[in-house]
């Protein structure tokens, strides 16, 4: 689901993910690039980066960077993290590679979805300028 369309964030034992921009996934990429130089342990410094930015605790960014998201959690949490982020990235922005069976089915969730139009923010102003009827000149 879209940011638009519903769940912005997703709960993780450390905190909560949010969705990222594509401006700061690449971001992200860069910066673990940078970190990973020459060695190897390219795709954990990414993906240290990536949840630097998404790992969320009461709306604070829970790492101030990839450097610190990396001193301060195992390989294993980074790698479990990044794969509910990617799962979650790919429910919030659907693909059309993703074939027209899971179009489908995404389209027939977003239809059914129960929401309240403009949840009540124009009826203050409908109310004191009701619609007229016919035209007038």
Known sequence: MAAWLGQER?????????????????DARREGDALAGEGGGRTLCRNACLIARALER???PVFSDGRAALDGLRVEDISRLADAWGAFNREANPSPLDGEEEI????KGW???LTR???GVCSGCLAR???RTGRRR
Not at 10 to 26: K, M, N, T
Not at 104 to 107: E, G, L, N, V
């Open 104 to 107: 489908q089915r995404r389209k």
């Open 111 to 113: 239809s059914t979805r």
């Open 58 to 60: 009461k709306g604070r």
């Open 129 to 131: 300028f009701p619609r």
């Open 10 to 26: 997703v709960q993780v034992p450390e905190g909560e993910l949010r969705l990222l921009s594509a401006w700061e996934v690449l």
């Open 117 to 119: 139009a403009f949840s």
